[in-house]
Nanobody, 122 residues
Framework: QMQLVESGGGLVQAGGSLRLSCLAT????????MAWFRHTPGKEREIVAA????????YYGDIVQGRFTISRDNAKNTVDLQMINLKPEDTAIYTC???????????????WGQGIQVTVSP
């Protein structure tokens, strides 16, 4: 069974940067498509970014607008999300996910982390 643990969240001012990291244990990620989602209370979970295992192709949600970069290191079993030019509306719980299908939909991911809070102050 794969466990996913996120780190790197916290409080940052608008315009600042954060780097989130997701460490997988229990199973190697090299045959999993990986993604970051985010949600806030009362809102549906939305895709932030996804990265394919076969060729490291990426997908970004419209919310990213060129500000975020997803990357993976199969040797370290990690997936990172570099976020720049953060905005208050980026405030959310960010969750790492792994799945067999490269998709923007949460239902296609079978393994989930607990999530980590990112707060962007004005």
């Amino acid at each position: 069974q794969m466990q996913l643990v996120e780190s790197g969240g916290g409080l940052v001012q608008a315009g600042g940067s954060l780097r989130l990291s997701c460490l997988a244990t229990g199973r190697a990620i090299n045959h999993y498509n990986m993604a970051w989602f985010r949600h806030t209370p009362g809102k549906e979970r939305e895709i932030v970014a996804a990265i394919r295992y076969v060729d490291q192709g990426t997908y970004y949600g419209d919310i990213v607008q060129g500000r975020f970069t997803i990357s993976r290191d199969n040797a370290k079993n990690t997936v990172d999300l570099q976020m720049i030019n953060l905005k208050p509306e980026d405030t959310a719980i960010y969750t790492c996910a792994a799945g067999g299908q490269f998709s923007r939909e949460a239902k296609h991911y079978t393994n989930w982390g607990q999530g980590i809070q990112v707060t962007v102050s004005p």
